[in-house]
């Protein structure tokens, strides 16, 4: 499904429906340009986690961020590593699957390597809008209502 968000607050808000989704341990990978707001729709996902927005940041050389909680939640950005090897060396496999929680920024370099994930794909459209479509929930159990 398509959604258009024409705020960062409602990037949020989409996030925040993503993350229920995510609960039961499954990984959202992110694809988008650089700005284009994944790590928004991460700090509503981890809203669902407990975390406060403030603290979901795209810090420079944090490649994974761990947030303990009643159910652990991975924030993790592959921005900085190019191949699988270094992929691998900084232990994102351990943090995707297993039944645990993740979202991933700059998912497309574990394209072909993991499957499964929920894939959100979010494009500028102007400065304050982004187009955001989401695959693998399914629009039934898409409680999500677009007021903007
Ligand atoms: N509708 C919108 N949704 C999300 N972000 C928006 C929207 N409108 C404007 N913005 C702005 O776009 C920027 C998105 O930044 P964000 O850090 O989330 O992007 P990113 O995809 O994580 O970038 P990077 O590739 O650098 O990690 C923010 O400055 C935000 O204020
Ligand atoms: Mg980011």
Redesign the pocket.
């Known amino acids: 499904m398509t959604i258009i ?4 607050q ?2 949020i808000e989409i996030g925040r429906h993503i993350g229920r989704h995510l609960i039961k341990g499954l990984s959202a990978f992110m694809y ?9 729709l991460i700090k509503g996902v981890g809203s669902v986690f407990g975390i406060p927005e403030r603290d979901i940041t ?1 810090a420079t050389y944090t490649i994974i961020a761990e947030y303990e909680g009643a159910v652990p939640f991975y924030h993790i ?1 592959l ?1 900085r590593l190019d191949d699988i090897k270094s992929i691998e060396e900084a232990g994102v496999f351990e943090c995707i699957g297993h039944g645990k929680a993740s979202a991933v ?1 700059w998912a497309e370099k574990l394209d072909g390597v993991i499957s499964g994930a929920i894939r959100v794909d ?1 494009s500028y459209v102007d ?4 187009q955001i479509t989401i695959q693998g929930i399914d629009e039934k159990d898409w409680d999500y209502n677009q007021t903007g």
Do not use: F, V
């Open positions: 968000s024409h705020s960062p409602e990037t988008g340009e650089l700005g284009a707001g994944k790590t928004m795209s950005d921005y920024e979010i400065n304050d809008t982004r």
